[in-house]
């Protein structure tokens, strides 16, 4: 399914992430239109090399132990405390994110924290890194999470992708509160 999507010049301003299947688009309001067509989906291991490529200097340098980004993120597809996701268009990987789980007494059960966010600049930014931060919440919040986190953005241009998730500004980073799966507030 193809579905038209603003283009980085557009004023239109970004409505809602449709899901057609496994896919996501982004259908907006305006007249500067192109259309775009990815998939978020959980990595797999044959993805790493790839994410590790697209994330540049993002990643450590693996000094506090014998292991590598790369090899972390492989263990990291396989455990049930993480979760590794990746956007591909065209079977080329074009954006992913980390999400890791830890037990927190303070928050009164567990916390995600989005580790990693990365996306191709020339893909759509936006809506690609919107699908992303949509799906760790998603899983946030299916693995029983009281909250997620997410580190300052290097860049303050990049705080509006954040706010419009409902992060807010915490110490150290940013927060936001989630559902569990199966509990309401």
Request: charged share 25%; proline share 7%; with cysteine.
């Amino acid at each position: 399914m193809r579905a038209p999507v603003r283009s980085a010049n557009s004023p239109a301003v970004r409505s809602a992430t449709i899901t057609a299947g496994n896919r996501r688009v982004c259908r907006p309001h305006g007249e500067h239109v192109r259309l775009v067509e990815y998939r978020v989906r959980a990595a797999q291991i044959t993805d790493i090399e790839a994410l590790v490529a697209l994330s540049g200097d993002r990643l450590g340098d693996g000094a506090s132990g014998g292991l590598g980004a790369a090899d972390i993120l492989r263990q990291l597809v396989f455990l049930p405390h993480a979760t590794v996701i990746v956007a591909e268009r065209r079977r080329t990987v074009i954006g992913g994110a980390v999400l890791a789980i830890r037990p927190s007494v303070r928050s009164g059960g567990y916390v995600g924290t989005i580790d990693l966010l990365v996306v191709d600049p020339a893909s759509e930014p936006d809506a690609v890194s919107d699908s992303l931060i949509e799906e760790c919440l998603r899983s946030a919040a299916n693995k029983g999470c009281a909250s997620v986190e997410a580190p300052q953005p290097d860049d303050p241009a990049e705080h509006p992708r954040w706010e419009r998730q409902g992060f807010v500004d915490g110490e150290p980073g940013l927060r936001r509160a989630v559902d569990p799966a199966g509990r309401r507030r």
